[in-house]
């Protein structure tokens, strides 16, 4: 596997995915998110391609190799095809698969599986391999979106089955520490630029967990549940 020292060695002389290979990545993934879309509710195309256009950007400002990056950033979360609410690990096969499919050599497509390992959310620290933090960034920034809550919220709890109360103590649980610890993005202009989304958004979900606790909310939550079943 090329190390974090030699990978900007590697990318300046070829990209470690061939042009041709992340093309036929990115129509494979894309098929797959089209097909399943209704699966993938909140992991659709729409992340997908969100979280690829900036792991790039991330990519380019630290010296990562922007191919696999890229690829890793189509492949990150094809788990939510194999399992509902599941970890990365759990898409490892079908991953492999995609990138053996576009012809991505076999050493480039395990590296592009420790990527997005390394990358996950619940289990990054603070020392990830450049290419990890690009993807990390672009996947959290998805995640700290002022609008990701508003739009996009309803939806993750319906692709996973998991209630709000579940949702809020996971999102919490997961970002509260690196938050706190200066980990949560890992480029600096990544942190100055949006940082305020975060903190607004974690402070939002740390509100929502308390407000579960209020009896008056849970019956309004309730009667919401009623309403909705009522209405479809
Ligand atoms: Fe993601």
């Known amino acids: 596997m090329p190390t974090q020292e030699d990978a900007p060695a ?22 797959l998110c089209t097909r399943y879309a209704a699966r993938l509710q909140f992991h659709g195309w729409h992340h997908v ?13 630290n010296g990562a190799e922007r191919s696999v990056v890229e690829t890793a950033a189509l492949v990150h979360d094809v788990n939510y095809l194999v399992r509902r609410n599941s970890s990365a690990a759990i898409g490892r096969r079908l991953r492999m698969s995609v990138l053996s499919r576009a012809r991505v050599r076999p050493s480039v497509a ?15 620290g603070p020392d990830i391999s450049r290419e990890a933090q ?18 996009l919220a309803h939806r993750y709890l319906e692709e996973n089955g998991v209630t709000l109360r579940e949702l809020a103590n996971k999102i919490v649980g997961e970002q509260q520490d690196p938050h706190d610890e200066g980990f949560y993005f890992y480029n600096p202009e990544a942190a100055a630029t949006y940082s305020r989304w975060a903190t607004a958004n974690l402070a939002l979900w740390q509100c ?24 479809s």
């Not at 395990?110 to 990054?124: C, F, N, S």
């Not at 579960?212 to 209405?231: M, P, Q």
């Open 110 to 124: 395990r590296w592009i599986e420790d990527i997005v390992i390394e990358a996950e959310m619940a289990t990054r």
């Open 10 to 31: 590697v990318h300046a002389a070829m990209p470690a995915v061939p042009a041709p290979a992340l093309a036929v990545v990115e129509s494979e993934v894309r098929r």
């Open 134 to 151: 690009a993807l990390s960034d672009a996947d959290t920034l998805f995640k700290a979106l002022p609008v990701t809550p508003v739009v």
């Open 49 to 61: 391609s969100f979280v690829r256009a900036k792991a790039a950007q991330f990519a380019a400002s």
């Open 208 to 231: 929502i967990k308390e407000s579960l606790d209020d009896t008056d909310v849970e019956e309004l939550l309730d009667l919401v549940s009623e309403n909705t079943a009522a209405a």
